[in-house]
Antibody, heavy 121, light 111 residues
Framework: EVQLVESGGGLVQPGGSLRLSCAAS????????MSWVRQAPGKGLEWVAN????????YYMDSVKGRFTISRDNAKSSLYLEMNNVRADDTSVYFC??????????????WGQGTLVTVSS | DVVMTQSPLSLPVTPGEPASISCRSS???????????LDWYLQKPGQSPQLLIY???NRASGVPDRFSGSGSGTDFTLKISRVEAEDVGVYYC?????????FGQGTKVEV
């Protein structure tokens, strides 16, 4: 059974740092692109970042470029999001999601339960 | 950025009746291979989103056949042939043609 379990969320002050983790199981983690998607309280979904299987390609939404870093450790089947210089508008539930491959990237087929990040003084 | 616009934003439905949601993109989502980079997700109350339709018209694994996706270019539609009570939640379309990937605002479906 595919499982994605996020951790590391919590309360952080503006300008602070936080590292989110996503532990994957039930599939060959190293064979899949992975992503982070967030959702502010009561709001819609927002794509944050993608990372290729070997980490050689990473893509980010504009507002987090230079502040957030997506990474992975295939030996540990884990995905990470390093968040630096956080702002109030980064407050969201952060979901880890697996990207399906059917000849091309084709949707987030599995999602974690999410971890809440609250940026506040 | 590619802007995704859904309508309606709220959709009251009756069990057993059909329902449809529209999603329009600010530019064509057609790839050179003929596929459209458009997915549909459902987020049920209190749950994580789940993939319903990928590449415009392909049902994801385990998704009931009452759900169908269609459309081309910039106009896409998600249809539910006969709504069931378990279909309530917020539906999102998302484009993955161009970074940043972008979602529609969401359509809240209520019985």
């Amino acid at each position: 059974e595919v499982q994605l379990v996020e951790s590391g969320g919590g309360l952080v002050q503006p300008g602070g740092s936080l590292r989110l983790s996503c532990a994957a199981s039930g599939f060959t983690f190293s064979s899949y692109w992975m992503s982070w998607v967030r959702q502010a309280p009561g709001k819609g979904l927002e794509w944050v970042a993608n990372i290729r299987q070997d980490g050689s390609q990473r893509y980010y939404m504009d507002s987090v470029k230079g502040r957030f870093t997506i990474s992975r450790d295939n030996a540990k089947s884990s995905l990470y999001l390093e968040m630096n210089n956080v702002r109030a508008d980064d407050t969201s539930v952060y979901f880890c999601a697996r990207l399906q491959w059917s000849g091309e990237l084709s949707g987030f087929d599995f999602w974690g339960q999410g971890t809440l990040v609250t940026v506040s003084s | 950025d590619v802007v995704m616009t859904q309508s309606p934003l709220s959709l009251p439905v009756t069990p057993g009746e059909p329902a449809s949601i529209s999603c329009r993109s600010s530019q064509s989502l057609l790839r050179s291979n003929g596929h459209h980079s458009l997915d549909w997700y459902l987020q049920k109350p209190g749950q994580s989103p789940q993939l319903l339709i990928y590449l415009g018209s392909n049902r994801a694994s385990g998704v009931p056949d009452r759900f169908s996706g269609s459309g081309s270019g910039t106009d896409f539609t998600l249809k539910i042939s006969r709504v069931e009570a378990e279909d309530v939640g917020v539906y999102y379309c998302m484009q993955s043609l161009q970074v940043p990937w972008t979602f529609g605002q969401g359509t809240k479906v209520e019985v």
